[in-house]
């Protein structure tokens, strides 16, 4: 969760693509050079190193043309090929 925030936090759209389960992945990434990210907050976090599946509840908040928006999300994370990968999330 954390390599994948810094990754819109740095614009770094390739590993958004990379670190999606190949089922939920979308063909285009689109990260806006426009969004200044704030701070992320895990609320809570379930599944640990030999777990196939978890997830990730969050904060997080980023600032576009003056105004702060926040982003609460229930992200599901499985394992795939040995590395956890981003399936899906449910906005909170």
Do not use: Q
């Amino acid at each position: 969760m954390r390599s994948r925030y810094t990754a819109f936090v740095v614009g770094d759209a390739d590993w958004l693509r990379a670190s999606w389960h190949p089922s939920t992945r979308p063909r285009r990434v689109h990260v806006s050079a426009d969004d200044e990210w704030l701070g992320l907050t895990v609320l809570a976090a379930d599944g640990g190193p030999f777990d196939d599946e978890g997830a990730v509840h969050y904060v997080a908040e980023v600032r576009r043309d003056a105004a702060v928006t926040r982003r609460e999300e229930r992200s599901r994370f499985v394992r795939h090929d040995g590395s956890w990968v981003y399936l899906d999330g449910a906005i909170a």
